[in-house]
């Protein structure tokens, strides 16, 4: 069995499996953010008894740093690009006898760079190789698939970073960072509550980052309220539905859901070029 | 039968004298058996124990410090490490490493923080619960949980390192996951928990009330007030507010167990820290128990000198107080051999209370080492976490 902490992950890791012999045990309930998921006890145990447990890296679900997991049946995926990943925002405090100390954040949805996705499978496929020695026959001819699969979302994208250069995109959350990275976009953060009806305060900060950036393009992390999306477009703005998929899509699956949300920019794009 | 029955009244009679005569026989005859079950015992737990542990890795100094608080968890305490040694062995895809940090105890037992591939690594089984889960979470093992009476759901408090440290170690309250079964190693002795937990014990992880505000988020620099309040507990209410200052690389680590993946990666590894200016030594555990076994033994063997010598001397003392004893009990003889008892029928009669006492210390001796024998996986743990 392998334990995964997001559903990129556990999707990488079905299409390496490739047996029903292995299974993937992704245990976030589908109305739950992987990043900030709690799981119980018994969900630890059942954790604990994988045979892999693939985690994120980044930051991402920080449960696992105060959870018991086996160090030798644990990948981290992002370990190969560490260097490499984004700083967020600190916040500097001090207690106590400790003196000034500051929580830095790292950004953490770092399968929006498909080439860091192809690499965190790369990794998974190499931990699962020694791990489960039952996916072993055909490993290499399904990571190669996979990894085709993912550098074609991330020529798709580059086609999109060069459509909407120097254009300003607002992200109702901030996930995006090494998306924007990757494909040279300029993508300003709000911190909306997915799926729901933003407040009259937050479509006022909106407005105020429009007049700061100039921005035209708003993206969605889930799909909002119908009404949302009409007031957004009454700012003026072109909308895009981009889920970054940490938790398992209603329908289709990784690749489906991120091609469909690609194609969306796209055709978003073509329309501001046409503009 | 006469002769015994009048032996056994005699005894009777006299009964503080011949308990003491017997205890002291008994003790003459049983000593040379203890120790010896004693030191065959550890030998075979040191050398099991070393022979299942492929390679330690700890700072630059007493390989036998090392080995002893690595492998037996004494108290000899050797300079930490950081957990970028371990991280090096990972890193190098030569074997799996395992983290200890002993520096704690809790009511008289050795806090052993590490990680979960520790119980894989010696092959613990549970008897009672689960295994650690969460920052705050113990196992115990069998000895301990017995001797404190604790099981899964109860709690046990981390032991406070110097009361007149006020800005120190503070004691943490564990909440007991499970117990392991007896395994007769130092294992049965120890306290296990995730390593993060003794981070948290060492005061380099704490949990604290929340201490932002949006407003002070915005300003961008937060001060909290000394008299901020720390958890010494931790609950699932307390558990997300835990959290960790520094680089982990450097958290501190008392050694490094390390299993090779094979004796190709065990020898390069080996080769990595032979380096004298390199802080940080690594120990095939077998070499060092051999060489300590060896010495054991060496002294044991003029320890079992010294006892034989010391056995004959307390046997001859015996000799004599039963002799000064017969020489007191003359006249009582003399009205014996008038009564009509033969020279043959007094032997008899001494004899036969020579044979109860000697008769007796050897069931109280047999008795002991009994004990000793049975128990002795357990005493020999309890010896070496000394």
Known sequence: MVATVNYPLAYFAERLAGTEQVSVLFPVPADRDPAFWRPTIADISEIQSADLIALNGAGFADWVARASLPRARLVDTSELFAETLIETESITHSHGADGEHSHTGTASFTWLDFEQAATQARSLATAMERRIPAVAVGLHARLADLEADLMALDAEAEDIGTALSGVTLVATHPRYQYFARAYGLEIVSLDWDAGAMPEDAQWQALSDLMSGTGAEVLIWEAAPPEEAMVRAADLGLAQAVFPPLANRPAEGDFLTAMRASLDALGVLALELATD | ?386
């Open chain 2, 1 to 386: 039968m006469n002769a015994l029955f009048l032996a056994t009244a005699y005894l009777r009679y006299h009964l503080w004298r011949s308990v003491i005569l017997v205890i002291v026989a008994a003790v003459i005859l049983s000593v040379p058996f203890i120790s010896q079950t004693l030191l065959r015992g550890s030998e075979e737990a040191l050398t099991s124990r070393a022979e299942a542990t492929p390679l330690v890795l700890g700072s630059r100094g007493s390989r036998l410090d090392l080995v002893m608080s690595a492998l037996y968890f004494s108290e000899e305490a050797t300079a930490p490490l950081t957990m970028a040694a371990s991280e090096a062995v990972w890193d190098s895809d030569l074997g799996l490493p395992i983290p200890l940090y002993t520096a704690f105890s809790a009511s008289g037992a050795r806090i052993v923080g590490t990680t979960l591939d520790y119980i894989e690594f010696r092959g613990l089984e549970l008897a009672e619960g689960r295994p650690f889960a969460v920052l705050g979470e113990t196992v115990l093992g069998a000895s301990v949980a017995g001797r404190l009476g604790l099981g899964p759901g109860d709690t046990l408090v981390s032991s406070p390192e110097n009361l007149f440290d006020l800005d120190g170690v503070y004691p943490l309250e564990m909440q007991v996951a499970g117990v392991f079964a007896p395994t007769g190693t130092p294992d049965d002795e120890a306290v296990f928990t995730d390593i993060k937990t003794t981070w948290v014990i060492a005061g380099i992880g704490h949990g604290h009330a929340d201490v932002i505000n949006a407003a002070e988020v915005e300003a961008g620099n937060v001060t909290a007030s000394a008299a901020l309040i720390e958890y010494t507990r931790i609950t699932p209410e307390t558990l997300d507010s835990f959290h960790f200052h520094g680089d982990p690389d450097g958290f501190p680590v008392s050694a490094v167990l390390v299993a090779p993946w094979d004796d190709r990666s065990g020898t390069i590894l080996r080769g990595r820290y032979l380096s004298q200016e390199n802080p940080v030594q690594a120990v095939v555990p077998s070499e060092v128990i051999d060489d300590l076994v060896d010495r054991i033994f060496r002294i044991a063997a003029l320890l079992d000198a010294v006892a034989i010598a010391v056995g004959a001397a307390a046997a001859a003392a015996i000799g004599l107080a039963l002799f000064l004893s017969w020489r007191l009990r003359a006249p009582e003889m003399a009205t014996a051999f008038r009564l009509g008892a033969g020279r043959y029928v007094i032997l008899r009669l001494a004899l036969a209370e020579l044979g109860l006492i000697l008769g007796l210390a050897a069931a109280l001796a047999a008795v002991c080492v009994y004990v000793v024998w049975s128990s002795r996986e357990s005493v020999v743990a309890w010896l070496l976490a000394l």
